[in-house]
């Protein structure tokens, strides 16, 4: 029993539009991505092809306005794609939920100018985006970054680091986060730098225990120059800039975990079916259909959950503390279905010839990803209790 097209999702979505738009993912997920995705984890190949295919689908730029090339899908339907993708493979589920966040300030905080001149080849003119907060010194602690713009003329002129940037070194476009003030998040402004610009160079990948096709690498700004017509927001904006599409962004690991989840779950389901042990199925014992229902379940409240945080953002009310709630719990839950479908399929969930050793190795990146699980702790007791003292 090898790789699998995912199985469908009994799904409640709002128009037929959506209805036809997961149909068309889940036909390009089981023709294009299921196929080669054991063999391109495995090499660490990135399947950029792929990307410029989900480009000219309309998949890169759904919750963004169609006037500049998106798809203006609510944020439900959008993730409930982003979840179909992951469940085929999920450095493609991560790399569309990166390059969603990449563009978010763009979208949300540039001048009709700079929308009109950048969002059309973002979102669906094949280019791929990437998001650089974090920093060899600053990760959980991002407020204190040190990559440093300062302004010369009309132009900005960025030096720094930056660190464990998805898609670094292959993307077309970065949305930076620089200092161009004093300490602390009131001096951080944001930036839309050409991937190809002079003065900057990627380090080689990180070498992952998962997600090896999807490259990660630090990002080293040497004297780059910008013109101040790439500034997204006003200056000394970009920390609150950055904070607002991180609460999207967990949103999108959420519905990535989800769907993460839901393929080992399709795989265990499977292998207990098929697997006889004893004379009968691994199916008809009855403490192996506890840990199905257990695992079942941890998916289903997952989704559940995302989606409640969903429907609020499009809503327009504040949605913080649920997708804080849904990156922790979902992504906790598919370390656990994840390690559960390893023990399903036994010796077999140890070896690299069943994906779900796969998916284990990656479900453990979505607890450390955009906020590791222990900051979403921090956000939800701030938002029930208030700042911690100290």
């Known amino acids: 029993m090898g790789e699998r097209a995912p199985t469908p999702v009994d799904r ?65 339907v959008y993730l409930q794609v982003l979840e179909e993708l992951a469940a085929a493979r999920l450095t493609v589920g991560l790399g569309v939920s990166v390059h ?3 563009a978010y300030a763009l979208a949300a905080h540039g001048t009709d100018a700079q929308r009109a001149a950048h969002l059309p080849g973002v979102l669906g003119g094949g280019l791929l985006g990437a998001y650089c907060l974090s920093e060899p010194s600053s990760g ?28 670094g070194g292959i993307a077309d476009f970065y949305t930076v986060l620089a200092r161009t003030g004093g300490e602390g998040p009131h001096g951080i402004t944001a930036f839309l730098v050409p991937g190809d610009a002079d003065g900057l160079t990627a380090a080689p990948p990180e070498r992952k225990m998962g997600l090896k096709g999807s490259p990660t690498a630090q990002l080293h700004f040497d004297g780059v120059r910008v013109g101040d017509d790439r500034r997204l927001g006003a200056p000394g904006e970009g920390f609150a800039i950055a904070l607002a599409a991180l609460d999207s962004g967990r949103l999108g690991i959420a519905a990535c975990a989800v769907g993460l989840a839901q393929a080992a779950l399709d795989q265990a389901v499977a292998h207990a079916t098929e697997r006889r042990q004893f004379g009968r199925p691994l199916a008809d014992f009855q403490g192996l259909r506890f840990l199905l229902a257990d695992m079942a379940t941890r998916v289903e409240s997952g989704r559940a959950l995302y989606l409640a945080a969903a429907r609020l953002r499009d809503a327009g009310r504040p949605f913080a503390r649920q997708a804080a709630m849904a990156k922790l719990h979902c992504t906790d839950a598919a370390m656990q279905v994840t390690v559960d479908a390893v023990q399903v399929l036994g010796g077999y969930g140890y070896t690299a010839d069943f994906p779900v050793e796969r998916h284990l190795r990656e479900a453990k990146a979505l607890q450390i990803v955009e906020g590791t699980n222990q900051i979403q702790r921090m956000v939800i007791a701030r938002h029930l209790l208030g700042p911690q003292p100290g």
């Open 140 to 167: 959980s602690d991002a407020a204190a970054l040190r990559t440093r713009a300062v302004r010369d003329g009309g132009d900005w002129v960025i030096d720094g680091t930056k660190a464990w940037t998805t898609h």
């Open 100 to 102: 969603t966040l990449a």
């Open 12 to 76: 409640l979505l709002p128009t037929r539009e959506a209805r036809e738009l997961l149909a068309l993912v889940r036909d390009i997920a089981r023709r294009e991505i299921t196929p080669t995705a054991a063999e391109e984890e495995d090499t660490g190949r990135f399947p950029r092809g792929l990307f410029t295919l989900l480009s000219a689908s309309g998949l890169l730029g759904l919750p963004y306005d169609s006037r500049h090339g998106g798809g203006d899908q609510p944020y439900e």
